[in-house]
């Protein structure tokens, strides 16, 4: 039985909590949210303790931390957690800055429970089955990867403002994606960027709402990412394998399956499942379970914080490629 | 907070038990199970009380009883729980003697408590999309609704020879179904049925594990049923509604949207969700919502005593339709 | 080289003259009809005979005869064909009397060239792809054979009024493609019918709109179609097999494969293929390949004269089964 | 009644040789072939005249002249046909060679007939159902396009060796439909390109057989092409819109729609259409109808001699791209 302490109850935090009490090897310890309110509501509905701070946390009994606080605490929490010899789970992305965040990894490096981050698509059933094709030498060799991610609607202004740029808080899942199933490190980036859903904002914040990404490997196959930060059609999440034998995709997900026909049209009656709460759902759960069988020194994290300082990488490659309007060598970053 | 006693803690008791564990407005009171291991394991896990007859649930603080013991019980435990002021919410069929369940709902029908039957299909999100388009008007006048049912397996012989024959064991969600589609009564039944799994089992049972039902009412609505007790390609749950003004389906579920394209081939990574724990989630968690609803005042039982006497009764209808080769008027039975 | 004389050029003569035109081991000799602008519009543009009476088409060096007339005309000219010595291809049904269908098999027995009935459905390249799962054992043993089969729009009342009803004019076509897909003859027949699309016209003719029959086989395999003389979203055309071993399905067609997703809404851009113009045109050419291979003895022809009688008998069975309540025996028909 | 003569009767020229014959608009005037077996066999066969040299086909009174000949022949011939005063339809590319193809466009730019490219993709009824939604304001400003287009299998090396590049043989499709949904002129061009499936003959010719393009529009719009010269599963052919009001896209069309379901599979019982001539078959009906309304005046060429030459500067900059490992300004080319 791994106990966990969660900081932050926010929407991901929550839900967190909630996998992990239903979860039959994993037991809730406590949570602690800056807003105690929040924590509170967590704490009472699911019978656990409220910390009253990270330090009484990693000062508690647990077995391992989960840090879903946000982005600019993760490095402190990391090494904090490390250092009271608790195994981690942190959400993505580790830093916004990259030298920060390969630097937390060096610091940490000799750990000895298991550090895991959040890249909870890695566990996504469809995405799996589509890596388990090319896995299993259903693909021959692999040639293209083409990965679709567009959010059903634009964030807050104030989370964009903060975020850190649309490779660093979006597509940074995409790009790890991209590393999962290319199975080779990428060595050059070319990105492409516009400003065509809220111009100001993104002028305002250097940043962009609807980006191309390429990535090549050494020996040639190529990554293919499309993001936008609105797609008023729904939640849009595919990916597609290509290569020499065959092709493999991960479509998209409805809440559920019925349709209407009429005179002149046929439709789903139901919506994309709506966002990545719920469109994840089952990854998410799968991420806990390699978490906890991580702890328990059955598995090993599925992804490491050295993904989590790679996929960083890609995304300074991608700003730093529309600036230059060139293809950016990985290893230059 | 409605809280509910569990009788019965086998595959589908265990389930209602999680999902009343987890509901935000119910409590689980406590369980029953005749083999006390079984109601040790889930009062443990769930932290409940287990009780150890069912006179001891009815004589309970509980506000509610969830019926899931096996179907010879099911009139005495309605009865049971009625006197003794507690709502029901009991599994399909009533019983496997109509004369006995019509018997039992007459008996019952001056509770004041809701009783409720187990008909999941009406609270499948997909099947109730179709309805929903059809009452809102998109299919114009419904002219036909057809069903299509099949298990992916036989189940044991033990199962098959106590279970009342097809049409009062498995038919019945369809034949409930049909009616909540059709929105008006079924006054015609008429049914062929044939022995081409396993033939010498349906023989000795005097059963049939391929069968096909139309039920007609008195403005001439046709529900079509087909059933097969075993479908090695999965478990098959489908409806259609076909009317003046259009179409509705509600189709079957994966267990995800991978696909595999090679030489020669196309084919879904995933099979169809395996049998109706998985297929019917949402329905259970649905139709437990509607009974906590209906225990609090808010809502109305979507599917009555009165509706799992009715099904019974096209059930009946079609055991006496195959025997005499001919259309029975649902009134002479 | 096959030369072949049509007669009839109305929709569906027109459509045989220019595959006839097109189709390479072929040659349309000749056409006929009572509405001699009709078939000289077709003799200037294929650049063909225009014959002044069925008799001169019999009379000439045509190799065989297509007949495209109405169906009252069918056995005077199979018979007059046969008595020609020429290869017949007659469309559907042979006769609306089931006798004199009969008698005409009986009179032409001995006809040394081939005699087939445009059957087009067995033709069909998804149908057949179903059917040939079947016979390659991939579904194992076959239980039951689905066919909707739902027209996109009402004919006129004057085809109703003479169309012999829907069961010899509509279903005629699933009633011979549930045989063909069965591979074993059907003992007993069940319908239901009901007149909800046009009711007084229905009523006026003793017909009906809306229709569902149950074939069965000696060995309990079972067929259902189900019918509708009017279907708004389209013309709707399916075959599921399913067997022992697993499911067959041939789907509908679109026009095209585009869709729109928007707010709420995923939908196809293109309709269902019109009619069976369209949505049959490859089993209408394959049709006339499989004759012209008859013709020069190189194949057997698919759907012979016995074919449509045999077809011709499910449907007065058909008839009957709604006249008495009750499943008919073919013998007894 | 448009008279055209043909020059090319390989297989994309006899094609078009049916597709004319057919037309209720055009004649087939006249064939002409290096190989005068293949332009006799066609002459034959479609009762028309076989011309012995190209010049005796702008001597003619042929209306309009079809190019489908290699494409070291294009600029000559189009500048032929015009001084003939005829109307031209000739197949991509204009040329191998930019400038010349450039010229060419400047040389004829006082043509009084129509000239057009053979850019069928435009004309393809679900490709086209996809910008109609664009066109209707369906999918509001459009944010980005992308073309998913794979060959089923490698041309033969001595085509490769001949083609120009896959940029200017097999791209310059998906460049001019870029452009065509665009409806918006390119001015950047980032381009990737891998030698994956046949290295050595790509690194002799130069070339590249999988590759991924970025147009991008000066307001930002972005038009993300993947291509590869083989796809073992079938002719992968998907365009796919992407707005602020929704999204629209144009899938793969099969050979029928059947599937066969088994225990642990789905699948499609037919592969994709496949290779050009099947699945662009519509397209090339209604290019042919475009070009026939065009040299009656009733019309403008929807691919004009202009967008040929565009196409052929998007392909250049394509190879400048990966050469220079930068975006290119379409402009410097």
Redesign the interface.
């Known amino acids: 039985m791994t106990r966990i302490a969660l900081l932050g109850c926010g929407r991901i935090g929550r839900m967190h909590a909630e996998i992990i009490a239903?979860h039959p090897r994993a037991k809730l310890a406590g949570v602690f949210d800056v807003h105690s309110p929040s924590s509170e509501e967590v704490a009472v509905r699911l019978g656990v303790l409220q910390y009253d701070s990270p330090e009484a946390a990693f000062a508690s009994d647990a077995d391992a931390v989960l840090i879903a606080t946000p982005t600019a605490t993760h490095v402190d929490f990391i090494k904090a957690a490390v250092a009271a010899n608790k195994a981690v789970l942190c959400e993505k992305p580790v830093d916004l800055d990259f030298a920060r965040a390969r630097q937390c990894a060096e610091d940490v490096k000799e750990a000895s429970a298991p550090i895991m981050i959040g890249f909870c698509r890695r566990f996504?059933?469809?995405?799996r089955?589509?890596r388990?094709?090319h896995r299993n030498g259903?693909?021959?060799?692999l040639?293209?990867v083409?990965i679709?991610s567009?959010d059903p609607g634009m964030a807050p202004d104030g989370y964009i403002e903060t975020s850190g740029g649309i490779f660093r808080d979006m597509t940074i899942h995409d790009l790890d994606l991209a590393r999962f199933m290319l199975d080779e490190e990428v060595t050059?980036v070319?990105a492409?960027g516009?400003?065509?859903?809220a111009p100001a904002l993104m002028e305002r914040c250097g940043d962009y709402d609807?980006v191309?990404v390429?990535l090549?490997t050494a020996?040639?196959?190529?990554a293919?990412i499309?993001n936008?930060r609105?797609?008023?059609?729904?939640y849009?999440q595919r990916v597609e394998l290509?290569g020499?034998?065959?092709?493999?995709?991960?479509?998209?997900?409805r809440?559920?399956?019925?349709?209407?026909?009429?005179?002149?049209?046929?439709?789903?009656?139901?919506?994309l499942q709506h966002f990545f709460i719920e469109r994840y759902r089952?990854a998410f759960v799968a991420e806990i379970d390699n978490f906890v069988d991580a702890c328990a020194g059955t598995a090993v994290p599925e992804a490491s914080l050295e993904d989590g300082v790679k996929a960083l990488a890609l995304a300074e490659a991608c700003f730093r490629s529309i600036a230059e309007?060139?293809?950016i060598a990985v290893k230059d970053v």
């Open positions: 239903a996504d059933p469809g995405h089955a589509a388990d094709a259903q693909l021959g060799e040639h293209q083409v679709t567009r050059h070319t492409t516009a400003r065509l859903i609807t191309t390429i090549t020996s040639g196959k190529q293919i499309t936008s609105e797609a008023v059609y729904g849009d290509f020499s034998g065959g092709m493999a995709l991960s479509d998209n997900h809440e559920n399956a019925a349709e209407v026909w009429g005179q002149g049209f046929t439709r789903h009656a139901a919506p089952a309007a060139r293809t």
